[in-house]
């Protein structure tokens, strides 16, 4: 597995493996920043990066991006219900005046009560996202997951605090 976190100054990129439930780092890279390339969604120019990074780092596997929060929307909305059928969420997203022809959108969190709840909205511009996935098309890598920088930090805190001895569950190998 490849996880690439595009900055405004440099990309960050580990390169890994799960093996017996502990994810095995094989490489920490700092590479030349991608960002200019991403905010102008630049199909070509991302080709050419994700192909110099599947050179440098000899992995040719499943990619995991995250991205900078500047070009996510986040919003808050009531939610009178706690349903989770999809006629409900699609109805409290255009109550809500979410455009999801022109946005992707993901509703990670909830804030609930016995009878309503508060969801957060994360959105993006469909061609952002679109973009790097024509780009990973391009040199044959599949896309498993794109998230904001924020998901990161959130999961880490989480999972920081149910587990204090995070680095026992990460085995780092050095090449």
């Known amino acids: 597995m490849i996880a690439i976190a595009i900055f405004e100054d440099i ?3 580990v390169v890994g493996k799960k093996v ?3 994810l095995e780092i094989k490489s ?3 590479y030349k920043s991608i960002y200019e390339a991403y905010i102008n ?3 070509n120019s ?5 192909d110099e990074i599947v050179s440098l780092t000899k992995s ?3 990619i995991y991006f995250i991205l900078p929060d500047d070009k996510f929307n986040v919003d808050y909305f009531y939610y009178p219900t706690n349903s989770e059928k999809q006629k409900d969420i699609d109805k409290f997203l255009q109550t809500n005046n979410i455009d999801t022809d022109k946005y992707y959108y993901s509703l990670p969190f909830n804030l609930k009560s016995a009878a309503f709840s508060w969801k957060t909205v994360y959105s993006i511009e469909k061609t952002y996202i679109d973009t790097l996935l024509q780009a990973s098309k391009n040199v044959n890598l599949l896309i498993k997951s ?3 920088l924020s998901f990161c930090a959130i999961r880490y805190k989480i999972h920081l605090s149910k587990k204090p001895t995070f680095l026992k569950y990460i085995n780092i190998v050095q090449i």
Do not use: A, C, F
């Not at 991302?46 to 994700?50: K, P």
């Open 41 to 43: 969604r630049d199909v």
């Open 11 to 13: 990309t960050q990129i």
């Open 28 to 30: 920490l890279i700092s």
């Open 46 to 50: 991302l080709t050419m990066y994700l």
């Open 20 to 22: 017996k439930n502990k």
């Open 60 to 62: 040719k596997t499943d």
């Open 146 to 148: 794109i998230e904001p």
